[in-house]
T-cell receptor, first 111, second 120 residues
Framework: KNEVEQSPQNLTAQEGEFITINCSYS?????LHWLQQHPGGGIVSLFM???GKKKHGRLIATINIQEKHSSLHITASHPRDSAVYIC?????????????FGKGTKLSVKP | DTAVSQTPKYLVTQMGNDKSIKCEQN?????MYWYKQDSKKFLKIMFS???????INETVPNRFSPKSPDKAHLNLHINSLELGDSAVYFC??????????FGWGTDTQYFGPGTRLTVL
């Protein structure tokens, strides 16, 4: 079992729909990252959070440390949101720590 | 101005060759990373350098050797390339300094565009 699990693996939505992508992890963490990988391959950091909630435009990320769970929400989805969304956690490990990635959620938003 | 740049963007080579991928960041960050994304799009960290010092070296064959001539550059040299090395390699940087081993992964990371390596 992976230490970072994302669901769903694939998601197709109609333009305008509210979208939720989930991330569960099984290790102690110091931070959680949400990344977006565009169809062209480029990776952009969307959020880094260690508690609570963050909002940027139509994107909202929440984390529940007790439940070891984070969600990424997209409101009023648009075809340009089509991408792979990756959850990654900075875990406590050894003397340096580790950054562990989920397998990604492929989102396709249809016009 | 490109924040994190990598060269080359594409690299096609034969098995057994030695190749290098260069990475430069102009953000003034203290920490740089190399990641590998396999054919299933799964990202995994390979190395991390903080102020030219190796901080993290995950289970990577010693054919892979990172070199950091200064804080703004982290190059990846690969010896005796194998078919399984084919992947996309991403360089990234972040501001946080990892002195004392704390703070790892607790700062936003900025990624380069990736280098697609194909070993024939």
């Amino acid at each position: 079992k992976n230490e970072v699990e994302q669901s769903p693996q694939n998601l197709t939505a109609q333009e305008g729909e509210f979208i939720t992508i989930n991330c569960s992890y099984s290790v102690g963490i110091s931070a959680l990252h949400w990344l977006q990988q565009h169809p062209g391959g480029g990776i952009v950091s969307l959020f880094m959070l260690s508690s609570g909630k963050k909002k940027h435009g139509r994107l909202i990320a929440t984390i529940n440390i007790q439940e070891k769970h984070s969600s990424l929400h997209i409101t009023a989805s648009h075809p340009r949101d089509s991408a792979v969304y990756i959850c990654a956690v900075a875990s406590y490990g050894g003397s340096q720590g580790n950054l562990i990635f989920g397998k990604g959620t492929k989102l396709s938003v249809k016009p | 101005d490109t924040a994190v740049s990598q060269t080359p963007k594409y690299l096609v080579t034969q098995m057994g060759n030695d190749k290098s991928i260069k990475c430069e960041q102009n953000l003034g960050h203290d920490t740089m990373y190399w990641y590998k994304q396999d054919s299933k799009k799964f990202l995994k960290i390979m190395f991390s350098y903080n102020n030219k010092e190796l901080i993290i070296n995950e289970t990577v064959p010693n054919r892979f050797s990172p070199k950091s001539p200064d804080k703004a550059h982290l190059n990846l040299h690969i010896n005796s390339l194998e078919l399984g090395d084919s992947a996309v390699y991403f360089c990234a940087s972040s501001q946080v300094s990892l002195a004392g081993g704390f703070g790892w992964g607790t700062d936003t990371q900025y990624f380069g565009p990736g280098t697609r390596l194909t070993v024939l």
